[in-house]
C-alpha cells in the first residue's frame, strides 16, 4: 500500500507567524523547519503501523526545503525543492492508495485561524464553482485526478472544520487551537506527534471500510481569483482563456480540473510578478 504524503508549515503545532515560515533571514525559521520534520516523520511512522508498505512525501511549504531528510524515516522517499509541475501535490499518481496533508491550514478569509491562505499572499479570495476553497480542497481534487482519496489531514481548528466540510471521512487532527490569525494554543511537540501517529494509523487501517473516496468538483469547472492589487490582477489577465470580471478579479473556465489548476498556478506565478 503506497501512502503520498504533502506536509506544509502554518498548520503545525507551536508554529503562528509568518516570521517562522520564512526561509528569508529569519531566525525562528530553522526551529520551524524541525518541528515540520518531526510531525511528517510521525505521520510516517502511522501510516506504516497502519500497513503503509511505500510512503511518499512531498515537501509543499514555500521554496519546498524544509523538511530535514536525515530525521524521516530511511525507507521513506522525499520529493524535495521547487519548482514543481504539480506543487504541493507532486509525485500524485494512480500508483498511490491515499493522500494525507500535515500541518495544513484553513482558506484565506477564515476567521480564528492561523496564516490563513490559498497558495499565495496574493490573493484575496479563490472560488471554484462559486465555493472558497482552502489549498485542501484544491489539493483534494488534484489527487481526485488521479484517483486517489485524502484519507487525513492536520493543522489547526479550522483547517480541521474545512476538510470535513468536503471530505466528511477524513481522520483529522487538531494540534493546535488558533485565537486569531497569529496566535494559537498548541499541543507540545511529544503530544502532536503522537497524534498524528495515532491519527494516520487508524486512517490508513481503515482506508478498506471509511468510505473514502477521490474528491471531484462538478464539470464544468470555473475558477475564480481575487487578487489583492490591480496590478497582479492585469499580469494574471495576460493568460490566455482568462476573463477580467472587475479590477481584481479573474474568471477561468475548463471542463478538466487539471488544466484549471495549471491555469490557477499560472495566474498567481503572472500576479506575484509585480506589486
Given at each position: 500500500?503506497?501512502i503520498?504524503?504533502?506536509g506544509?508549515m502554518e498548520?503545525?503545532?507551536g508554529i503562528t507567524?509568518?516570521?517562522q515560515?520564512?526561509?528569508?533571514?529569519?531566525?525562528?525559521?530553522?526551529y520551524?523547519?524541525?518541528?515540520?520534520?518531526?510531525e511528517?516523520r510521525a505521520?510516517c511512522?502511522?501510516?506504516?503501523?497502519?500497513?503503509?508498505?511505500e510512503?511518499?512525501?512531498?515537501d509543499?511549504?514555500?521554496?519546498?526545503?524544509n523538511?530535514?531528510?536525515?530525521e524521516?524515516?530511511?525507507q521513506?522517499?522525499?520529493i524535495r525543492?521547487?519548482l514543481?509541475?504539480l506543487?504541493?501535490?507532486?509525485g500524485l499518481d494512480?500508483?498511490?492508495?491515499?493522500?494525507a496533508?500535515v500541518?495544513?491550514?484553513?482558506?484565506v478569509?477564515?476567521?480564528?485561524s492561523?496564516?490563513?491562505?490559498t497558495?499565495?499572499g496574493?490573493?484575496?479570495?479563490?472560488?471554484i464553482?462559486g465555493?472558497?476553497?482552502?489549498?485542501?480542497?484544491i489539493n483534494?481534487a488534484?489527487?481526485g485526478?488521479?484517483?486517489?482519496p485524502v484519507?487525513?489531514?492536520s493543522?489547526?481548528q479550522n483547517?480541521c472544520?474545512?476538510?470535513?466540510?468536503f471530505?466528511?471521512?477524513v481522520e483529522?487532527?487538531?494540534v493546535k487551537?488558533a485565537?486569531?490569525?497569529?496566535?494559537?494554543?498548541?499541543?507540545?511537540?511529544?503530544?502532536?506527534r503522537?497524534?498524528i501517529?495515532?491519527?494516520?494509523?487508524?486512517?490508513?487501517s481503515?482506508?478498506g471500510s471509511?468510505?473514502?473516496k477521490?474528491y471531484a468538483?462538478?464539470?464544468?469547472?470555473t475558477?475564480e481569483?481575487v487578487?489583492?492589487t490591480?496590478?497582479?490582477?492585469?499580469?494574471a489577465?495576460l493568460?490566455?482563456?482568462?476573463?477580467?470580471?472587475d479590477?481584481?478579479?479573474?474568471?477561468?473556465g475548463?471542463?478538466?480540473?487539471l488544466?484549471?489548476?495549471?491555469a490557477f498556478r499560472?495566474?498567481?506565478t503572472l500576479?506575484?510578478?509585480?506589486s
Amino acid at each position: 500500500m503506497k501512502i503520498f504524503i504533502s506536509g506544509d508549515m502554518e498548520g503545525i503545532a507551536g508554529i503562528t507567524a509568518t516570521e517562522q515560515t520564512d526561509p528569508v533571514g529569519q531566525p525562528e525559521y530553522a526551529y520551524s523547519c524541525k518541528l515540520m520534520t518531526g510531525e511528517v516523520r510521525a505521520a510516517c511512522e502511522g501510516a506504516m503501523a497502519g500497513g503503509a508498505t511505500e510512503v511518499l512525501v512531498n515537501d509543499s511549504h514555500w521554496n519546498m526545503r524544509n523538511i530535514i531528510h536525515e530525521e524521516l524515516p530511511p525507507q521513506v522517499r522525499l520529493i524535495r525543492g521547487s519548482l514543481k509541475p504539480l506543487s504541493m501535490n507532486q509525485g500524485l499518481d494512480p500508483s498511490c492508495n491515499a493522500a494525507a496533508f500535515v500541518g495544513y491550514h484553513a482558506p484565506v478569509g477564515t476567521a480564528d485561524s492561523n496564516i490563513d491562505h490559498t497558495y499565495t499572499g496574493d490573493l484575496y479570495d479563490v472560488r471554484i464553482n462559486g465555493e472558497r476553497c482552502s489549498e485542501a480542497r484544491i489539493n483534494a481534487a488534484v489527487a481526485g485526478c488521479f484517483r486517489v482519496p485524502v484519507i487525513f489531514i492536520s493543522g489547526d481548528q479550522n483547517a480541521c472544520a474545512d476538510a470535513k466540510s468536503f471530505l466528511p471521512w477524513v481522520e483529522a487532527v487538531e494540534v493546535k487551537h488558533a485565537i486569531g490569525r497569529y496566535a494559537a494554543s498548541s499541543l507540545s511537540p511529544e503530544q502532536s506527534r503522537k497524534a498524528i501517529a495515532d491519527g494516520m494509523q487508524r486512517a490508513v487501517s481503515g482506508l478498506g471500510s471509511s468510505g473514502a473516496k477521490p474528491y471531484a468538483f462538478a464539470s464544468p469547472i470555473t475558477l475564480e481569483l481575487v487578487f489583492t492589487t490591480t496590478a497582479k490582477a492585469d499580469m494574471a489577465s495576460l493568460l490566455p482563456g482568462s476573463e477580467r470580471l472587475d479590477g481584481r478579479t479573474l474568471r477561468f473556465g475548463d471542463p478538466d480540473f487539471l488544466t484549471v489548476f495549471r491555469a490557477f498556478r499560472a495566474m498567481m506565478t503572472l500576479g506575484s510578478s509585480v506589486s
